[in-house]
């Protein structure tokens, strides 16, 4: 069965820093997705990965993926309050429907 | 246009009772789901349907019972509630093909008294 590890599960991190969450899961996985959750609302998707070595970026958000590590990470560059929020990795999916979802990094950034 | 609705947002209910969860999604995907989201932000899927037909049933009591009318729709009534079912429900959809990604809905907060 598919286990999806996240770390760090808490990350407090000031403006403009640079900083990686990743994502390790154990077996194989037909793709990796990441998603982000507001406070009190639904989770948003961010980015899907596809392939080994694949690589998506979307503002100061860029996510990878090493199949061979099993390993996905989540970039965050030059950091602004806006992206303050809980960020999940979840592997599955594909023809097998089921996701398996990390446990969230809740990522503060302050001013 | 709203992609993926649930009502109510939110249930708050006495332990014993029984309650529905409604689920709509106008995206024209074949296969829809159920998340719990725990008090620990912790989510886990319960079921998914696809086209209709159960595909996915994970270790849930048997009070939860889900039930699929049409393609763009998924209930999910739970008999009998117990404290441990407070949580956050979200209910999501996706395509079959492509990258498969799964749009959730705004969740459902259900508190049991």
């Known amino acids: 069965e598919l286990k999806v590890e996240q770390n760090p599960l808490f990350l407090s991190m000031q403006e403009g820093k640079n900083y990686t969450i990743y994502c390790n899961y154990s077996t194989t996985s037909d793709r990796l997705y990441w998603y982000r959750q507001d406070p009190g609302k639904s989770l948003e998707s961010l980015f899907v990965l596809l392939s080994n070595g694949a690589v998506k970026q979307e503002g100061r958000l860029m996510a990878s993926l090493d199949t061979k590590a099993r390993l996905s990470t989540l970039h965050i560059t030059a950091a602004v309050h806006d992206l303050s929020a809980t960020y999940f990795c979840?592997?599955?999916?594909?023809?097998?429907?089921?996701?398996?979802f990390g446990k969230g990094t809740l990522l503060t950034v302050n001013p | 246009d709203t992609a993926v609705s649930q009502t109510p947002k939110y249930l708050v209910t006495q332990m014993g009772n029984d309650k529905s969860i409604k689920c709509e999604q106008n995206?024209?995907?074949?296969?829809m789901y159920w998340y719990k989201q725990d008090s620990k932000k912790f989510l886990k899927i319960m079921f998914s349907y696809n086209n209709k037909e159960l595909i996915i049933n994970e270790t849930v009591p048997n009070r939860f019972s889900p039930k699929s009318p049409d393609k763009a729709h998924l209930n999910l009534h739970i008999n009998s509630l117990e404290l441990g079912d407070s949580a956050v429900y979200f209910c999501?959809?996706?395509?079959?093909?492509?990258?498969?990604?799964?749009?959730f809905g705004p969740g459902t907060r259900l508190t049991v008294l």
């Open positions: 995206l024209g995907h074949d296969t």
């Open positions: 979840a592997g599955g999916g594909g023809s097998n429907y089921k996701l398996t």
């Open positions: 999501a959809s996706s395509p079959s093909g492509g990258t498969n990604t799964q749009y």
